[in-house]
């Protein structure tokens, strides 16, 4: 079984009355990246400042390489990088200063340079942290985060506000920590990110998990996709393809057929005999598995849904 | 000295001293004190004539130079989250709190330090008991940071700051003023329970010419005590409120 460096269990978080994180629960093994995605508010940051030891949990319980990371915040620490939402610079430090005062900060800090040159920042080194970009500043939390080369790195949106190239860049230096053994925890906005890098996800919507796994166990939620139009002169209502996912009539009354399976490869089949035996070219054919986009749009729309149901009681 | 908390320091002291105005006038402001000091004093070799106006003087650089801006400078951090930033290492919340707070313990007690130096040696009032003296300057340094995180406990932003600190140093000018009008009869007691009468009972005995050294140590315990227990009303209540990171709901 593999090591759990990170273990949360039914974890609440409350600010006053109102209730940010419910019923959170998830381990991360080492070497392992784990990404919280979700909508804002959605709860991923009140989350990963918990793990962080950054606040109490209300109830349910959290543990950093086995030790509580809010009581025993040192300990913990020592392990652990941390990279924050937004940066909280002194910005009147230059890049070098800043680099300076963190290495003093950590117990077993790497040279100035190591990072330096690994984010593309050596150039900007004597420059004032207020006249950084927002993308630099980024690149600037990241050296920090991971200058005492921590078994435990926390990303807090690492990318956001960053050009693609420099997201590239980030993503590369974050894979060559996970070749080293680092267990990352991630939050992001960017499905793109999160499909790119974690070897298990959870998004959280309204404060809860909705949906947690494999990358593959997640995506096998929502259903493929097979589009293409409706051949000119075919009679659809009669003549349709036989397949096992669910044909949308709305569409295919506006001349697109639209199946959504389960078994893509199945209906893919199906739907290249019944072009065959028709003769019937597939004008602006489309066939896709889920994305993570898909699953997460699906979820929010579920979640939008329920909500306005409940205000429909309410009212 | 501790490395992380000698990291903060040099930091903290080169955001300091990148601020041209506030260096400069941190260094002309106890000058010119000094300065108006030995000019109306030289006529003043008694104690309680020297103690008054010294007292208040001290008293103005506690509460603007110690408290003020220490209210300030914690509720502006918390507000850039340069205190969350520094609690995401691995120094305690004491060293960071020290470490943050160091250049002003240190440029207090450097201002009030000029003041009486300059005095001593261009005016007549040289302190019959320089220890107590001392302990005047700590313990009031102390009180001062100790107020201002305090203060910046209960105040929402770096802005609202220095309007929530005027209170307290208004309390510690004040009573410094009030109890100046009896010095020369004796305090009342609440005169005695306030920081400023303490200290004016303090800095009168550090000049007093007719106790003994030893004495004169034993006639302050009252009032060093009085000024340990503010300090220790700062911390409860800072301990209490204070909060590393703006307010999120």
């Known amino acids: 079984m593999r090591d759990h460096v990170l273990e949360v269990e039914e974890l609440h978080c409350s600010y006053g009355d109102f209730e940010a994180v419910r019923d959170v629960s998830f381990q991360v093994g080492k070497g392992e990246l784990f990404a919280l995605l979700g909508t804002n ?69 790497s040279t100035v340079d190591e990072g330096l040159e690994r984010l593309d920042l050596a150039r900007r080194r004597d420059v004032r942290v207020k006249q950084l970009s927002g993308g630099e500043k980024r690149r600037l939390d990241l050296i920090l985060a991971t200058l005492g080369k921590p078994e435990v790195l926390f990303l807090d949106e690492p990318t956001t506000g960053l050009d693609p190239e420099s997201r590239k860049a980030t993503w590369e230096v974050i894979r060559e920590l996970l070749g080293e053994g680092t267990t990352v925890l991630l939050t992001t906005h960017y499905l793109e990110e999160a499909e790119n890098l974690a070897h298990r996800l959870a998004i959280m919507h309204a404060g809860e998990i909705a949906v947690s796994g494999s990358l593959e166990e997640v995506l096998d939620r929502e259903r493929a996709e097979i589009s293409f139009d409706v051949p000119f002169g075919l009679d659809p209502a009669n003549n349709l393809p036989t397949v096992g996912g669910e044909i949308d009539l709305d569409r295919l009354a506006a001349g697109r057929m639209h199946i959504r399976t389960r078994d893509l490869q199945r209906d893919l089949a199906a739907v290249m005999q019944w072009s065959s035996a028709y003769e019937a070219p597939l004008r602006r054919f489309r066939a896709h598995h889920a994305s993570l986009d898909d699953v997460f749009h699906g979820l929010v729309k579920q979640g939008s849904e329920i909500a306005g149901d409940d205000n429909k009681v309410v009212a | 000295m501790n490395t992380v908390l000698g990291s903060i320091f040099r930091a903290e002291l080169k955001l300091l001293s990148r601020n041209v105005a506030v260096a400069v006038a941190a260094t002309l402001m106890p000058l010119a004190m000094a300065g108006y000091l030995v000019f109306t004093g030289k006529n003043s070799p008694h104690a309680i004539g020297w103690a008054v106006p010294t007292t208040l003087i001290l008293l103005l650089l506690f509460g603007m130079t110690g408290y003020i801006t220490s209210a300030g400078s914690l509720s502006a951090r918390r507000d850039d989250l340069y205190l969350k930033r520094l609690r995401c290492g691995e120094a305690s919340d004491a060293v960071v709190l020290f470490g943050v707070l160091s250049p002003v313990i240190a440029v207090t007690l450097a201002q009030c330090a000029l003041v009486l ?49 005027m209170p307290f140093f208004l309390v510690l000018l004040g009573s410094g003023v009030w109890a100046s009008f009896d010095i020369a009869t004796g305090l009342s007691t609440p005169q005695r329970l306030l920081p400023g009468g303490a200290v004016l009972d303090l800095v009168r005995l550090s000049y007093d010419t007719t106790g003994t050294f030893v004495g004169q140590l034993a006639d302050g315990l009252p009032a060093l005590g009085v000024l340990a227990v503010w300090v220790l009303i700062g911390v409860v209540v800072g301990k209490r409120y204070f909060r590393w990171e703006p307010r999120a709901h």
Do not use: Y
């Not at chain 2, 001593?120 to 300057?137: H, K």
């Open chain 2, 117 to 165: 130096v300059v005095t001593g040696f261009a005016g007549s009032a040289v302190p019959t008991n320089p220890v107590l003296l001392v302990l005047v300057l700590i313990a009031g340094t102390v009180l001062a940071v100790t107020a201002g995180m305090a203060t910046s406990g209960v105040t929402t932003s770096s802005e609202q700051a220095q309007t929530a600190a």
């Open chain 1, 41 to 109: 508010g959605a709860g991923k940051t009140t989350t990963m400042e918990t793990v962080e030891g950054h606040r109490a949990p209300a109830s349910g319980s959290v543990r950093v390489l086995g030790k509580d990371p809010f009581r025993q915040r040192r300990e913990v620490r020592r392990h652990c990088g941390i990279m924050l939402q937004e940066s909280g610079f002194a910005g009147d430090l230059t890049v070098l200063e800043t680099i300076e005062l963190w290495r003093g900060m950590i117990s077993r800090p």
